[in-house]
T-cell receptor, first 110, second 112 residues
Framework: RKEVEQDPGPFNVPEGATVAFNCTYSNSASQSFFWYRQDCRKEPKLLMS???SGNEDGRFTAQLNRASQYISLLIRDSKLSDSATYLC???????????FGKGTHLIIQP | NAGVTQTPKFQVLKTGQSMTLQCAQD?????MSWYRQDPGMGLRLIHYSVGAGITDQGEVPNGYNVSRSTTEDFPLRLLSAAPSQTSVYFC???????????FGPGTRLTVT
């Protein structure tokens, strides 16, 4: 089983729609969880951390299910500027830091 | 506050040449790491450092060396470039291995 698995997409979504991404991870010792955003030919940037209680930042909501080892990201009222690749990121549990999923490609269509 | 900076932005090497990719951060982060990103492979960890004088190998360390003489700098050295090392290289820094990492803008390397 891969450490972090994501549906690569692409997800083609009309502007204004709600879109959800899922991610599963294999390391039960993982303690930290994040969603990153990566635009074409740019560096990954932190979108939001994911907490056990779930958290929201504007149009973005992240959920964590430790029992199922599952993380989700919900984007409401999607904008053209949301088009990007979204990376699910999980701590490895040791000094070797974070494991990155391969990303889900999102295209918002006008 | 520049964050994480990397030089050069682009580089073309011939097989067998060596070079050093530079990375610096001004956030006083103890943890720094190098990744390579290839199409369909995602980000893969090359080397990391938990502080000045301490480095360790990641998933794909072969063909690369690192050193960490100061908190700010973490250069990555390609010993003898090979076409398989054609990739985009990102340096990142963080307060700890468990915290969010901040990335530099990347170096696009082509080895012919």
């Amino acid at each position: 089983r891969k450490e972090v698995e994501q549906d690569p997409g692409p997800f083609n979504v009309p502007e204004g729609a709600t879109v959800a991404f899922n991610c599963t991870y294999s390391n039960s010792a993982s303690q930290s969880f994040f969603w990153y955003r990566q635009d074409c030919r740019k560096e990954p940037k932190l979108l939001m951390s994911v907490y056990s209680s779930g958290n929201e930042d504007g149009r973005f909501t992240a959920q964590l299910n430790r029992a199922s080892q599952y993380i989700s990201l919900l984007i409401r009222d999607s904008k053209l500027s949301d088009s990007a690749t979204y990376l699910c990121v999980v701590s490895r549990g040791g000094a070797d830091g974070l494991t990155f999923g391969k990303g889900t490609h999102l295209i918002i269509q006008p | 506050n520049a964050g994480v900076t990397q030089t050069p932005k682009f580089q073309v090497l011939k097989t067998g040449q060596s070079m050093t990719l530079q990375c610096a951060q001004d956030m006083n982060h103890e943890y720094m790491s190098w990744y390579r990103q290839d199409p369909g492979m995602g980000l893969r960890l090359i080397h990391y450092s938990v502080g000045a004088g301490i480095t360790d190998q990641g998933e794909v360390p072969n063909g690369y060396n690192v050193s960490r003489s100061t908190t700010e700098d973490f250069p990555l050295r390609l010993l003898s470039a090979a076409p398989s090392q054609t990739s985009v290289y990102f340096c990142a820094s963080s307060y700890s291995p468990y915290y969010e990492q901040y990335f530099g803008p990347g170096t696009r390397l082509t080895v012919t």
